[in-house]
């Protein structure tokens, strides 16, 4: 809702990542009804008293959100103050017809038992899903400005937030490279300095888009208990001479302020392109300025600086942002593995009306697809569930059968990626840089 105030924004954020904590969820509701979206609220209501049925404070919700008389018990008579009686309460002229009967309390045993029956299991594996990581979306986390307390700070940092690599579903293969290359060190200061690790260096992502590059980052940085800085080409380029390169260094000055941080360069060929194959010298100058910061000039001013980038196109990036010492090490992420499906269809069908849906025979069926393609695919067979009910005037739940029609609809978005790869990894793996991405191709045969 694009007119809905930034906290409204940030509470539906928090009650996405957190679904089953029910304070948050009724603090949210309130806010909905208070700003007058009541049918939203009343489903938020719903949706509370599913993780906690009975609950007290979800039933008054819910009824007040439906316009019905809060269910709120009147105030116990004090020993100054004896209870009225009906009697009392009516004035000496009045009649019983004068006073209107307080209307009927709303009968929630009676509405639940009467719905009890009509909504079957909603998965056939039982699982409940606590726990499940997706991959490909983003935990939201405060944002907080740094800088002087007087100043406006153009950067905003996210503070320490809640995601590890154990909330990113399946992808063991990425956990492990993550750390042995670049976790590992970072956690064990005196077995670094043992082996002389240097911590100079970042990591670079690369792989089919939508795959959850971003989501990963955001973990990396949470297992270092550490500050998450996005930076984009937008947030860099300016139209006056200098200016793109100041926010450079400004970007970085901001993170060695809040160390430990970690700057994540996303979409890196846009930012740090081949300067061989620009024709503005200003976009070579911003290369050329990330370079000198990630070198940190001094010595040690980039301590407790970790960078990460992501790119779809790896061979594009300029080779003096790759040298040593810079972002050096790769790390390939491919589209989501079968546990990381269920996990994702999870996640995107947790609000919607569905029943008895195997998330297995799904996720077999959907090999290769990415983050963004299982949502396309919740979302087809949701609307296929919508006009079918539409026509009939009844209600029907999404079911397994209009999710593998949507999926046997839907072409991976990875094809076309691994098209393009596949002549890279065979005709320009200088120096074995796409060594992982070539075993992968000869793993599916794609070679």
Same mark, same amino acid.
């Given at each position: @809702?694009?007119?809905?105030?930034?906290?409204?924004?940030?509470?539906?954020? /928090?009650?996405?990542?957190?679904?089953?904590?029910?304070?948050?969820?009724?603090?949210?509701?309130?806010?909905?009804?208070?700003?007058?979206?009541?049918?939203?609220?009343?489903?938020?209501?719903?949706?509370?008293?599913?993780?906690?049925?009975?609950?007290?404070?979800?039933?008054?919700?819910? /009824?007040?959100?439906?316009?019905?008389?809060?269910?709120?018990?009147?105030?116990?008579?004090?020993?100054?103050?004896?209870?009225?009686?009906? /009697?009392?309460?009516?004035?000496?002229?009045?009649?019983?017809?004068?006073?209107?009967?307080?209307?009927?309390?709303?009968?929630?045993?009676?509405?639940?038992?009467?719905?009890?029956?009509?909504?079957?299991?909603?998965?056939?594996?039982?699982?409940?899903?606590?726990?499940?990581?997706?991959?490909?979306?983003?935990?939201?986390?405060?944002?907080?400005?740094?800088?002087?307390?007087?100043?406006?700070?153009?950067?905003?940092? %996210?503070?320490?937030?809640?995601?590890?690599?154990?909330?990113?579903?399946?992808? =063991?293969?990425?956990?492990?490279?993550?750390?042995?290359?670049?976790?590992?060190?970072?956690?064990?200061?005196?077995?670094?300095?043992?082996?002389?690790?240097?911590?100079?260096?970042?990591?670079?992502?690369?792989?089919?888009?939508?795959?959850?590059?971003?989501?990963? /980052?955001?973990?990396?940085?949470?297992?270092?208990?550490?500050?998450?800085?996005?930076?984009?080409?937008?947030?860099?380029?300016?139209?006056?001479?200098?200016?793109?390169?100041?926010?450079?260094?400004?970007?970085?000055?901001?993170? =060695?302020?809040?160390?430990?941080?970690?700057?994540?360069? %996303?979409?890196?060929?846009?930012?740090?392109?081949?300067?061989?194959? @620009?024709?503005?010298?200003?976009?070579?100058?911003?290369?050329?300025?990330?370079?000198?910061?990630?070198?940190?000039?001094?010595?040690?001013?980039?301590?407790?600086?970790?960078?990460?980038?992501?790119?779809?196109?790896?061979?594009?990036?300029?080779?003096?942002?790759?040298?040593?010492?810079?972002?050096?090490?790769?790390?390939?992420?491919?589209?989501?593995?079968?546990?990381?499906?269920?996990?994702?269809?999870?996640?995107?069908?947790?609000?919607?009306?569905?029943?008895?849906?195997?998330?297995?025979?799904?996720?077999?069926?959907?090999?290769?697809?990415?983050?963004?393609?299982?949502?396309?695919?919740?979302?087809?067979?949701?609307?296929?569930?919508?006009?079918?009910?539409?026509?009939?005037?009844?209600?029907?739940?999404?079911?397994?059968? %209009?999710?593998?029609?949507?999926?046997?609809?839907?072409?991976?978005?990875?094809?076309?990626?691994?098209?393009?790869?596949?002549?890279?990894?065979?005709?320009?793996?200088?120096?074995?840089?796409?060594?992982?991405?070539?075993?992968?191709?000869?793993?599916?045969?794609?070679?």
């Amino acid at each position: @809702m694009s007119d809905e105030s930034p906290l409204l924004r940030s509470l539906r954020a /928090a009650v996405a990542a957190a679904p089953a904590d029910v304070p948050l969820r009724l603090h949210f509701a309130e806010l909905l009804l208070a700003e007058g979206h009541h049918d939203e609220a009343v489903g938020q209501a719903a949706a509370a008293l599913q993780h906690a049925p009975g609950d007290p404070a979800a039933r008054d919700l819910m /009824a007040r959100a439906m316009g019905l008389p809060a269910q709120t018990p009147p105030p116990p008579p004090t020993p100054s103050t004896p209870a009225a009686t009906p /009697a009392d309460a009516m004035p000496a002229d009045a009649t019983p017809a004068d006073v209107p009967a307080d209307p009927p309390a709303f009968d929630w045993a009676a509405a639940e038992q009467e719905v009890a029956d009509l909504v079957g299991p909603r998965f056939t594996d039982g699982g409940d899903g606590a726990g499940d990581g997706v991959a490909g979306l983003e935990a939201p986390l405060t944002s907080t400005g740094f800088g002087d307390p007087g100043d406006a700070d153009a950067w905003d940092v %996210d503070a320490p937030g809640a995601v590890r690599l154990a909330d990113v579903g399946g992808m =063991r293969e990425v956990k492990e490279r993550l750390e042995a290359a670049f976790l590992a060190p970072m956690r064990n200061p005196e077995l670094r300095r043992l082996y002389g690790k240097s911590l100079r260096g970042g990591l670079l992502l690369y792989g089919p888009p939508g795959c959850g590059k971003t989501f990963i /980052a955001r973990a990396v940085a949470g297992e270092l208990g550490a500050s998450f800085l996005s930076v984009s080409l937008a947030d860099i380029l300016d139209m006056y001479i200098g200016t793109s390169e100041r926010n450079v260094h400004d970007i970085f000055e901001t993170a =060695r302020r809040q160390a430990p941080c970690v700057v994540f360069l %996303d979409e890196l060929d846009a930012l740090g392109a081949k300067r061989s194959r @620009m024709h503005h010298s200003g976009l070579r100058n911003v290369v050329n300025q990330l370079l000198t910061e990630l070198d940190g000039v001094d010595g040690d001013r980039n301590e407790g600086v970790f960078v990460l980038a992501a790119t779809n196109v790896p061979w594009d990036v300029d080779l003096a942002l790759r040298r040593p010492g810079r972002l050096d090490r790769t790390l390939l992420v491919l589209p989501p593995d079968a546990p990381a499906r269920e996990a994702i269809l999870r996640y995107h069908l947790r609000e919607r009306p569905i029943e008895s849906v195997d998330l297995g025979r799904i996720a077999k069926a959907t090999e290769d697809f990415s983050g963004a393609d299982l949502a396309h695919v919740c979302e087809s067979a949701a609307e296929a569930a919508l006009l079918d009910s539409a026509r009939t005037g009844t209600i029907r739940m999404i079911s397994t059968r %209009d999710l593998l029609q949507a999926a046997k609809q839907i072409k991976p978005s990875s094809e076309s990626w691994f098209a393009s790869a596949r002549n890279v990894a065979m005709f320009a793996n200088d120096g074995g840089m796409y060594d992982d991405l070539l075993a992968h191709l000869k793993k599916k045969r794609k070679l």
